[in-house]
């Protein structure tokens, strides 16, 4: 029930209005929509009329429909709209990629997760939503898209601008009366996902996130630092969709595993200093403790989750059949030390929020997509965000970890030595053409040529990301999976 207004719900045959709207909703009666709105029972009985017509009388396809209204429940945080039309809209057809692409509400997705209608559709009820004023050429491509289905453009244009206006109704009476309860409630995100809190040691929580389908093989991702677990999320529509498309080789869906690193996200902070074998030693729990074959396909890292997936490939090399190693390096570059240390003190002394925008202005050079004023800036906000939400605490943590590793080195040490060890399993290096102004590219093709050259039996593999910078999978996201969905297809 609402927090705000009791619901009403007349008994059967005390109140014509509630039976009509019964019998519209048939075994499942009476909801705390309809209890709200009976306060007022014409109200409720136009209302009835309303989306009678608009979720059965039209011509719109169904997937169409349910699109555009989840869209709205997404963008206008309705938990309950959502909740009530994720089932309808996997009845008519939608797939669990296509709703996580729909309830990603950062960006428009892919156009391989969406059929040309479907991405027209969205892209028509995001703008109506959030802007009211929808771009001609927004609109354009949609009446393109609907000449397709018959002659009945403008009834069926007319219907579409019908479905979202309505929605937005609907979302904002929801969310205005916290009907059920659910207002402050998050929209939730479709599949089978769970979280976990793994203890490790005595005094750390790890945050988890699982992304399960049946019988499909499992991915892990470790993240950059000042990052949680949801800067892969404009890359999970396409791992979660199965496709026969040459853009994507790997034809089949995976399992998730998403963490969050010491200090960050929902994860504690540890008293004991962070180094990178630790978060190598991290993800090897994880997998050892969730994923049920004990061994994942691939871990794949970026940055400070890069250099961890380097140590875990040579600490962990039978818990993996591969790793894929983003945008980092085996040792702390000369000079870095001091350089986390100048960010760590103007954390403290500008606030972290002034942390964000420097960092996000590195990462996402011009001419990334991701940068000032490219077309994924969208993206961008939401990076700083993960960044301000960072505490101080957690970045040192996290900054001393790579402040002064070597994964070049003798054993003895701290148990990695990458040269010796590693390449025991396959290897992708991927690096953003922008990142650090092409020298992260040049460091990975030359570690890359170093350890097949000690190590010829490792083959070690190289692929550049043209147009990305430090975080590839964030601004290039469809041409960093296809190429490293090519890799991965390339072995069982």
């Known amino acids: 029930m609402s927090r705000l207004i009791p619901g009403r719900f007349p008994a059967p045959g005390a109140s014509p209005i509630a039976d009509r709207i019964r019998e519209r909703r048939g075994a499942r009666g009476l909801t705390p929509l309809d209890g709200a709105l009976l306060h007022v029972p014409l109200v409720a009985e136009g209302w009835n009329s309303l989306l009678g017509a608009i979720r059965t009388k039209g011509a719109l396809p169904g997937d169409v429909r349910e699109l555009m209204i989840l869209r709205v429940a997404a963008r206008n945080h309705a938990a309950f709209e959502w909740i009530h039309h994720e089932h309808v809209g996997r009845e008519h057809g939608l797939t669990t990629a296509q709703l996580w692409a729909i309830r990603d509400t950062s960006s428009l997705p892919p156009p391989t997760i ?4 479907q991405a027209a559709a ?3 009820a ?6 009211v004023r929808i771009p001609p050429t927004v609109t354009a491509e ?10 009945d453009i403008d009834d069926l244009l007319v219907e579409a601008a019908a479905v979202v206006a309505t929605y937005n109704m609907v979302s904002r009476f929801l969310v205005t009366l916290d009907v059920a309860g659910m207002s402050d409630s998050t929209v939730p995100w479709p599949f089978d996902r769970t979280e976990h809190k793994i203890p490790i040691g005595s005094d750390h929580l790890h945050a988890v996130t699982l992304v399960t389908h049946p019988d499909a093989p499992w991915i892990v991702f470790a993240n950059s630092l000042l990052t949680d677990e949801t800067m892969w999320d404009w890359l999970i529509p396409t791992v979660l969709a199965p496709t026969t498309s040459t853009l994507w080789p790997y034809k089949g869906t995976f399992n998730v595993l998403l963490h969050a690193q010491r200090g960050h996200g929902r994860s504690s902070h540890t008293s004991i200093p962070c180094t990178i074998p630790i978060l190598a030693n991290d993800i090897a729990l994880l997998i050892t403790t969730l994923v049920p074959a004990g061994k994942v396909k691939s871990v794949i890292g970026v940055s400070q989750g890069g250099a961890a997936t380097l140590a875990f490939s040579a600490l962990h090399p039978s818990l993996a059949a591969s790793v894929v190693v983003c945008d980092t390096g085996p040792r702390t570059a000369p000079g870095n030390a001091q350089a986390w240390q100048d960010r760590i003190a103007l954390a403290k002394s500008d606030g972290i929020d002034t942390l964000a925008i420097v960092t996000a202005d590195r990462w996402f050079p011009p001419p990334s997509k991701c940068s000032k004023d490219g077309e994924r800036c969208m993206r961008t906000e939401a990076v700083k965000r993960m960044i301000e939400a960072t505490t101080i605490p957690g970045f040192e943590l996290g900054a001393g970890a790579l402040m002064s590793y070597d994964l070049i080195k003798p054993l003895i040490d701290d148990g990695v ?7 025991q399993i396959k290897t992708l290096l991927v690096a953003g053409e922008l990142d650090g102004g092409g020298k992260v590219a040049t460091g990975m ?3 890359r040529d170093q350890w097949n050259a000690l190590k010829p039996e490792a083959n070690i593999e190289y692929v550049e990301i043209p147009g990305a910078g430090h975080l590839p999978m ?6 960093f999976w296809n190429k490293v969905g090519d890799f991965l297809a390339s072995f069982t």
């Open 114 to 117: 969406l059929s040309p209608l």
């Open 417 to 423: 030595d990458l040269f010796e060890s590693g390449g």
């Open 474 to 479: 964030v601004d290039e996201t469809e041409e």
């Open 445 to 447: 093709q030359g570690l």
């Open 142 to 151: 949609l009446q393109k898209q609907l000449k397709l289905l018959g002659p």
């Open 122 to 124: 969205l892209a028509f």
């Open 126 to 131: 995001d703008h109506s939503t959030v802007t």
